[in-house]
């Protein structure tokens, strides 16, 4: 946003200045007093809120007055268009800038003092970290391996940039989410509190890194594995095992909606009941 804004100044700036007006006589005052082609001088009276140009010679008070009423008979013609001063037209696209910086500065402190209140950002320091070693803890079980979870607060590898909830290496030993699942994975675990599709999400995406960190790398497999291991997720985060379904099947719903660049996410035709991505084929509850 700042750089737009930067754009549109230099663009401003660069673009040539409109020419100054000529405060003299113009063609059309002296066509329309009767003097086009003279060489006399014409002087800029004002009366009664209007601007005459009057052709001047050296003549007396009176006779000026004569020429005014002379003047005022003729018929009038349009208005010659206003110039706005040359430094007021300069500085509008300064101005502009100022506004528009302004409006993207108020936006991030708004943005920055609800964060700061509301969300991840407003747990204490331990209470994050406990939270970050019990999602740990989940993402180890489905890796089969030691593996950690980080909250990227500085969004440096996750968020809307980068457009994903989460990032894992595949086969490695670390995995980012942004503050906003991290901060419905703590609501459920900590405080009980479960917030429909958004908890759902949450889960859904502690699973699907896990399994990168596993070792699976094609994205509609992985979140095959996601939603069924969620199910066991979210029991043990809080969730009794009929939620923790009810949730996952929800994703598994929202999912065959996915088109456009998350297409790559959307699970095949296997994934369902005793099909190849079954991971518990032995029973008919899926997912």
């Known amino acids: 946003a700042l750089g737009l804004e930067l754009n549109f100044l230099v663009s401003a700036l660069r673009s040539a200045p409109s020419p100054r007006p000529n405060r003299k006589p113009q063609d059309v005052d002296r066509e329309r007093y009767g003097y086009d082609g003279e060489t006399d001088d014409l002087v800029l009276v ?4 209007e601007e005459v ?5 050296g003549e007396s008070a009176e006779e000026v007055e004569e020429l005014i009423a002379d003047s005022e008979a003729l018929p009038d013609h349009a208005d010659e268009p206003v110039f706005e001063p040359e430094s007021r037209r300069g500085l509008a696209p300064v101005r502009q800038f100022l506004v528009g910086l ?6 991030s402190v708004t943005i920055w003092f609800v964060e700061s209140r509301t969300g991840w950002d407003s747990l204490d320091g331990s209470t994050r970290l406990a939270a970050v070693d019990r999602f740990s803890d989940q993402a180890s079980l489905i890796a089969d391996k030691p593996v950690t979870i980080y909250c990227d607060e500085s969004r440096d590898f996750v968020g809307a940039v980068q457009h994903a909830d989460g990032v894992a290496e595949v086969g490695g030993e670390r995995a980012y ?8 994975l703590y609501r459920l675990a900590f405080e009980d ?35 069924q291991s969620g199910v066991e997720v979210g029991r043990r985060l809080g969730l009794s095992e009929e939620t923790a379904r009810q ?7 929202e999912n065959a909606l996915r088109g ?8 095949s035709s296997e994934c369902r009941d005793g099909a190849r991505l079954d991971l518990d084929p032995g029973s008919t509850r899926f997912p």
């Open 46 to 49: 004002r009366r009664g809120g």
């Open 53 to 57: 140009w009057i052709p001047y010679s």
């Open 102 to 107: 302004g409006i993207i500065g108020a936006l």
């Open 177 to 184: 989410l942004t503050p906003e699942i991290c901060l419905d």
């Open 193 to 227: 509190e479960v917030r429909g599709s958004q908890t759902a999400r949450a889960i859904a995406v502690l699973s699907h890194e896990a399994w990168h960190l596993r070792g699976v790398s094609d994205e509609g497999t992985t979140e095959c594995y996601a939603v």
């Open 247 to 253: 949730l996952m099947r929800q994703q598994l719903t």
């Open 260 to 267: 456009g660049s998350s297409a790559e996410y959307r699970v």
